[in-house]
């Protein structure tokens, strides 16, 4: 399945995607959140919608967030070995792990609003993972039983923030609008090998992000089980894995970063794409 929620920013509803047409599915559930995560409403869905006679959605709705804000998105740092590099660190041995503020959460075609004082928004296209089972000291043999889906995520980062500002990366990565998700989150059955997935990005039509789920670091299941030793994963969580070469930190032979009118645009292999506009913060 493919899931969506539709409507006014806070006011969404709960839909599917069935053969490029939206669905809302609320009669059938209210929420992709914690609660529909954890029990068995994925499966019970996915039953009833054969036979529900389900109304249709106008395709120039606003899609809203992906999944309702879940209690954490915790973020896998330099996860790809290109990206490592054009950012000078070294790769890492262990996963690098950091909070991003679930208050960042916005849908995937909103706008992105540079934050006050920012002068370094730059932009990651990454592969996010929503946790559909409790984990909790989890195998990387069972890891991908704790898997609800896969949904594009685009992890902003604003630079000064996250690496000149003292103490750790959650400042820079926690502006409000910097965590766009969606279209939808696609089941995992809709993806024939999350580790072969082309990911990319451009702004203002220029191809910067180019890569591939291959080339990560440290793979799903290894990252999984591998969180789920330092905290408890709940329904619905969120792990975004990390992004490959071309963000504005690693362009050459300068850094540049995003303006007030440029417009990004993203996607990646079997789960659509998304276009944020980029506006100046105003106090109004």
Request: proline fraction near 6%.
């Amino acid at each position: 399945m493919k899931l969506i929620r539709f409507g006014e920013a806070g006011s969404e509803k709960p839909g599917v995607i069935i053969e490029d047409q939206y669905y809302d599915v609320s009669s059938l559930v209210s929420d992709y959140d914690e609660a529909f995560f954890a029990g068995d409403a994925l499966k019970k869905l996915s039953e009833e919608i054969k036979t529900a006679n389900l109304p249709k959605v106008d395709q120039g709705v606003r899609l809203g967030p992906a999944l309702a804000r879940p209690s954490k998105i915790i973020c896998v740092g330099l996860n790809y070995k290109d990206h490592a590099a054009e950012t000078n660190a070294a790769i890492p041995t262990e996963p690098i792990l950091f909070f991003k503020a679930t208050s960042a959460i916005v849908g995937p075609n909103d706008d992105l609003i540079i934050p006050k004082n920012s002068k370094k928004t730059d932009w990651e296209v990454e592969l996010a993972i929503v946790i559909g089972k409790k984990a909790n000291y989890v195998s990387e043999e069972n890891a991908l039983e704790h898997i609800a889906g896969y949904v594009l995520h685009n992890d902003y980062s604003e630079r000064e923030f996250q690496l000149e500002r003292n103490g750790q990366w959650v400042k820079g990565k926690s502006c409000d609008t910097f965590a766009p998700i969606g279209p939808f989150i696609a089941t995992p059955d809709e993806i024939s090998d999350v580790h072969n997935l082309r990911l990319w990005l451009t702004v203002n039509g220029k191809t910067l992000q180019d890569g591939n789920t291959s080339n990560l670091i440290f793979n799903v299941p290894f990252m999984v089980s591998y969180i789920s030793q330092f905290m408890t994963l709940l329904p619905g969580d969120v792990i975004t894995t990390g992004t490959p070469a071309g963000v504005g930190l690693g362009q050459k032979p300068e850094p540049w970063y995003l303006k007030s009118g440029d417009v990004v645009e993203l996607g990646i292999d079997g789960l659509g794409s998304s276009k944020q506009t980029v506006k100046a913060y105003s106090e109004a």
